[in-house]
């Protein structure tokens, strides 16, 4: 397993990769469970990695990062359906 991206959650980090992978390979890819049990340990790796990335400044930078990318990701994924949709119309036009 890999270390947090903070080091002071490594601990926690490492108890939650454990748990999921354990829940995984043991009860999911089993189907023998649908819910993922090890969701309050991921709550609090999260809480613990959001803290680490507010006190660095990191979670400002990501948000403008998010921010300045808004409308260019827009554009990028409408434009896979805009391409289908024309292609479906060509084809309706020529059977019909």
């Not at 354990?22 to 613990?48: A, H, Q």
């Not at 930078?61 to 554009?75: F, T, W």
């Amino acid at each position: 397993m890999s270390a947090s991206l903070a080091p002071e959650c490594n601990e926690v980090k490492e108890r939650y990769d454990s748990c999921f992978l354990k829940w995984y390979s043991e009860k999911y890819l089993r189907g023998k469970g649908t819910t993922d049990e090890c969701e309050s340990l991921f709550k609090d790796y999260r809480k613990c990695l959001t803290g680490a990335l507010k006190e660095r400044g990191i979670d400002k930078m990501l948000e403008e990062a998010r921010e300045d990318h808004k409308e260019h990701d827009a554009v990028n994924l409408r434009r896979p359906c805009e391409m289908a949709c024309k292609h479906d119309i060509r084809l309706y036009k020529q059977h019909n």
